[in-house]
């Protein structure tokens, strides 16, 4: 199949069965059209995935079709915007139309249960990459954005962390053991928290999606926000139906794509009972600079500048 008929056979067909009201132009012309309704702002953000990088090569094209949306959208969940278009730029090594079919039904799948319409896109031939652009609306000033965060907040995260980083060792086996499949559904099947994020519009004074590792995506909205943040480590979530992540991954691995949130206490008791208690609250905001993890002997390690996932330096 060349460019054009994998578009047409495939891409078009996906972006009609997804197509949003707030889509006024999908494929087919120079660009998209969006409506954005008045009283609101467009919220859009870009991903790229690089095989080999952010997924094994050789990984099942419909877990990543399902896997790029997903980390994609949870950018939008972190600002509190509500799904509306994706573009996506897609480079193959060649035109292998089983394997855009598996991809495009990953897509399709995560693009219904987002809420999220294919818009348009960009076919090139090279190594395999993918790279999404996703578009969002907030009704207007209400975006969460990460420099908000005061002393006295609390720090929250929205789920267990380190499952993504725990099934990294995992990836390639044959047949992992049942204990390693909560990790592993981290790793295929993440779920941007979006309708946490929506409920957090006007709630929660900073938030931040986990894709670098708690203490590094924490650090940038410390940072934000020139405070400073006590943490508890031993309330991170890190239980995986069963089968704990290790400290060092629910701090420090990336790929979790859960929510860490910070908001006053007051605001945490305003929220619906079923919202605050997807909550686990770990830390607190203070006044200065930096992130000091505080053992439950009351020893603190200092973290100054909290750094994460560095494609020219490596982890
Ligand atoms: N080439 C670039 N030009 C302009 N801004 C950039 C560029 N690369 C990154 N940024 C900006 O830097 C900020 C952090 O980017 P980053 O890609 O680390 O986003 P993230 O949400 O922290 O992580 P993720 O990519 O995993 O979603 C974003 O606001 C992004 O727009
Ligand atoms: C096969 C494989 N090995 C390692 C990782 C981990 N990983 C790669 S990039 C990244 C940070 C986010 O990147 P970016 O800042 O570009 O969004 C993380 C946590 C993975 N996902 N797959
Ligand atoms: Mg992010």
Redesign the pocket.
């Known amino acids: 199949m060349g460019e054009f008929e994998l578009i047409r056979a495939l891409f078009h067909p996906l972006a009609e069965a997804t197509r949003q009201h707030g889509v006024v132009l999908g494929p087919g012309d120079d660009c998209a059209i969006q409506r954005v309704p008045q009283g609101h702002e467009l919220v859009f953000s870009i991903?790229?995935l690089v095989a080999g990088?952010?997924?094994?090569s050789g990984y099942d094209p419909a877990q990543l079709g399902w896997r790029s949306l997903a980390v994609a959208v949870s950018d939008l969940a972190a600002m509190g915007a509500d799904p509306v278009c994706y573009t996506l730029a897609l480079t193959l090594p060649e035109a292998d139309s089983d394997w855009v079919t598996a991809l495009v039904s990953g897509l399709r799948e995560a693009s219904f249960a987002f809420g999220i319409a294919l818009a348009g896109g960009d076919i090139t031939r090279g190594p395999l990459t993918l790279t999404l652009q996703v578009q969002g609306t907030v009704p207007e000033g209400q975006a969460i954005r990460r420099s908000g965060a005061r002393p006295g907040d609390l720090v929250a995260v929205s789920g267990p962390l380190g499952g993504a980083a725990a099934a990294?060792a995992w990836?390639d086996a044959t047949d992992p053991p049942a204990s390693v499949e909560g990790f592993l559904a981290r790793y295929h099947h993440p779920m941007p928290r979006c309708a946490l994020g929506r409920h957090l519009r006007g709630v929660a004074s900073a938030a931040i999606d986990i894709?670098?590792g708690l203490v590094a995506d924490l650090g940038h909205i410390l940072e934000a926000s020139s405070v400073g943040a006590e943490l508890e480590p031993g309330r991170v979530p890190r239980d995986f139906g069963g089968t704990w992540a290790s400290l060092d991954q629910a701090l420090y691995g990336?790929?979790d794509y859960e929510l860490c949130v910070t908001l006053a206490p007051a605001a945490l008791d305003r929220l619906p009972g079923h919202v605050a208690s997807s909550l686990d609250v770990i830390g607190r905001v203070c006044a200065g600079s930096g992130l000091r993890l505080v053992q439950a002997d009351g020893i603190i390690e200092e973290i100054a500048v909290p750094a994460g996932?560095d494609?020219f330096k490596g982890r």
């Open positions: 991903d790229t990088v952010h997924f094994p990294l990836l894709s670098d990336g790929d996932y494609h």
